[in-house]
């Protein structure tokens, strides 16, 4: 069975710098997807960025950017220039296989941001 | 305008009655999705649909029924009530790529 871990509960950071942020995962599949999301406070979930399993370059959007460590089955997320707007829940979320069309996402428990001036 | 619609935003409801919870998508995606979050827990993948087909379904309990009468439609009928079953239920949809969108949530309270 899929797992995903995330043991930092809550992070603090100043704004303009960087926050990095851990999450494993546990699956017996060789090909799934890793992903980022947040959850602000209103409560709205929003993707924020994916790592495919068989691709060896770390994904970048934007200012975020993924720490993909396949070995020690990691995937963490690096947020450079932090905004007070990006204080929100990150959730990391994992799919097993490629061709599993329309299979559901197991999620962390997330990790709190705190973005302060 | 906002691409997949949940209503109602909130929804009260007592111990034993039923309640159907609605969404709709507007991306043009063929699967979509049931997830839950109470507090504590992580979000919990429900069920899928793709094509008005059900093709994944997680929850133990039967008083959880999804209903699609549109490919862009994919309702959550819940009978029975518990104050358990209170959380925020999200509703997702996808394509590919792979990263599914959530909706805005409905908050569920029963008492």
């Known amino acids: 069975a899929q797992k995903v871990t995330q043991t930092q509960t809550s992070i603090s950071v100043v704004e303009k710098t960087t926050v990095t942020m851990d999450c494993v995962y546990e699956t017996r599949d060789s090909s799934y997807f890793l992903f980022w999301y947040k959850q602000t406070a209103s409560g709205e979930i929003v993707f924020l960025i994916r790592?495919?399993?068989?691709?060896?370059e770390n994904a970048t959007v934007g200012h975020y950017s993924l720490n993909f460590q396949k070995p020690k089955s990691s995937i963490g997320l690096i947020i450079t220039a932090t905004q007070i707007e990006d204080s929100a829940v990150y959730f990391c979320?994992?799919?097993?296989?490629?061709?599993?069309?329309?299979?559901?996402?197991?999620f962390g428990l997330g990790t709190r941001v705190s973005v302060f001036p | 305008d906002p691409k997949i619609i949940q209503k109602p935003k909130y929804l009260v409801a007592v111990t034993g009655s039923e309640k159907i919870l609605i969404c709709e998508q507007y991306?043009?995606?063929?699967?979509m999705y049931w997830y839950r979050q109470s507090a504590k827990k992580p979000l919990e993948f429900m069920f899928s649909y793709s094509y008005q087909k059900l093709m994944d379904n997680q929850t133990a309990s039967s008083r959880f029924q999804p209903q699609s009468s549109k490919k862009n439609h994919l309702d959550l009928q819940i009978t029975a009530l518990k104050p358990d079953d209170s959380a925020t239920y999200f509703c997702a949809s996808s394509q590919d790529p792979p990263e599914q969108y959530f909706g805005p949530g409905t908050r569920l309270t029963v008492l």
């Open positions: 790592q495919d399993s068989y691709k060896k």
């Open positions: 979320a994992m799919r097993e296989g490629r061709n599993n069309y329309a299979q559901g996402l197991t």
């Open positions: 991306l043009g995606h063929n699967a």
